[in-house]
């Protein structure tokens, strides 16, 4: 977890401001509690959670529309604490990173997340020889995901062109109504990020109150951005389905996460099921939500439920990353048992599996299948004089040092399940 600075509270995310003694409203302290399904709560995965601030990112930076542009920002006050944060994390075995704010997607956007990484690898190979430090995946944000998404919804011009090209019925129209909803805390900002994601260049980003040019709300968008802050083009307007933010007035609805204070649950999730469901009546066409904001992936379920479509959030995104950096546990058999089960399956006798050429034949008086031992054996000897050549030695990789920071109180179980 690749976390902000400034944002949070000292004893849970280890960043922001200590309370002060007997701290009430009007003295400046930030007093964030988690929830489960926040992105920064242990009790949303069910696997080790390890963190590092990452100085130089705040939430004022990256909701700045003209991050991207800045460089002496990147390589003066985002790039040094990026790379010491991410270095941290691969230290302590991350086999994959997040980040604690959706916006952390402007360092994809600007490649600035990439190059820390690379700089960090090549760092870690020659500073430390006796340890194997492994490339975990890095998707900071739900939003990493989200081109290859579209394309599966025919959503993109070139997608377009290509269902245009066979569909006598195709419609422009009917095509470019929106499929894709994203849920965020700042939808100016977010607007603006995704405007500026190469691999999303030429796509029509939407807000609910965005006008066609008849002057009427404009549903032909291919993304729609609904801000949850109740902010849209620097105006406070309502929440699409609301007369306001969600969470009202109070301290700790949606408001709250602005300042980095506690949110309480049966605050927020009525005011997001009001929400959701107004997004589904108003754009009946989106089959796909994401959620983009730290917070709001503890009402995944809500909006799934409101909206009747998937929904992707940055929890599922650590889920798929750690199950794609692990190992698979198949198990392969023996050259005889191999035979064997090709016999079986098949219904042929050895000789007419030898016969057709599906197995190699075994020479006369020889046990076991000679040529697949010798292509095994000359494989074992090259890959030998590989390691020898290179100076490789064994020696424990990263990943299995043990990590005792912020231990999940589902790992027991998780590991039990696993055994």
């Not at 032909?220 to 951005?225: I, P």
């Not at 306001?244 to 997001?272: E, L, R």
Request: overall charge negative; hydrophobic content about 35%.
């Amino acid at each position: 977890m690749l976390r902000l600075e400034g944002w949070g509270n000292p004893t849970t995310t280890g960043t922001g401001k200590a309370a002060p003694t007997n701290g009430n409203k009007n003295n400046a302290y930030e007093g964030y509690v988690s929830l489960p399904g926040d992105i920064d709560d242990k009790d949303s995965y069910e696997y080790h959670f390890v963190s590092a601030v990452a100085k130089g990112c705040t939430f004022g930076v990256l909701c700045n529309p003209q991050f991207g542009d800045d460089s002496e920002t990147i390589l003066e006050t985002i790039l040094p604490g990026l790379q010491s944060a991410v270095k941290t994390l691969i230290q302590k075995g991350a086999q994959g990173i997040i980040a604690n704010c959706g916006l952390f997607m402007w360092l994809h956007a600007t490649g600035v997340i990439e190059h820390a990484v690379d700089n960090v690898m090549s760092e870690l190979a020659e500073s430390n020889k006796e340890t194997v430090y492994i490339r975990p995946y890095v998707k900071l944000s739900s939003l990493t995901t989200l081109s290859s998404t579209l394309a599966t919804l025919g959503v993109g011009t070139a997608q377009k062109k290509a269902a245009a090209s066979w569909d006598p019925g195709y419609c422009e129209d009917t095509a470019s109504v929106c499929k894709v909803v994203v849920y965020t805390s700042n939808g100016d900002s977010c607007k603006a990020l995704l405007k500026a994601i190469p691999q999303l260049e030429g796509l029509n980003i939407i807000t609910p109150y965005d006008k066609d040019k008849a002057g009427d709300v404009d549903k032909a968008g291919d993304v729609l951005v609904v801000g949850l802050n109740g902010v849209a083009d620097g105006e406070q307007r309502p929440v699409i389905g609301l007369d306001g933010q969600v969470g009202g007035d109070s301290n700790n609805g949606f408001i709250a996460v602005k300042n980095g204070q506690p949110v309480f649950y049966d605050i927020v999730q009525p005011y997001m099921y009001v929400v959701a469901k107004a997004v589904k009546q108003n754009y009946p066409s989106v089959c796909m939500a994401y959620v983009e904001c730290t917070e709001v992936s503890a009402y995944s379920d809500t909006i799934r439920t409101a909206m009747q479509v998937p929904v992707f959030d940055p929890i599922n995104l650590a889920n798929d990353m750690i199950d794609s950096a692990n190992n698979h546990n198949f198990h392969q058999v023996t050259h005889s048992d191999r035979i064997s089960q090709i016999h079986k399956t098949l219904n042929m006798p050895v000789n007419t599996l030898i016969k057709n050429n599906i197995i190699d034949a075994q020479p006369v008086g020889e046990s076991g299948h000679s040529h697949l031992n010798n292509e095994r054996k000359l494989a074992i000897e090259k890959q030998e004089r590989h390691i020898k050549e290179l100076g490789v030695v064994k020696v424990k990789r990263a990943r299995e040092i043990p990590v005792k920071e912020e231990p999940s109180c589902k790992v027991a179980k998780y590991s039990a399940a696993k055994g």
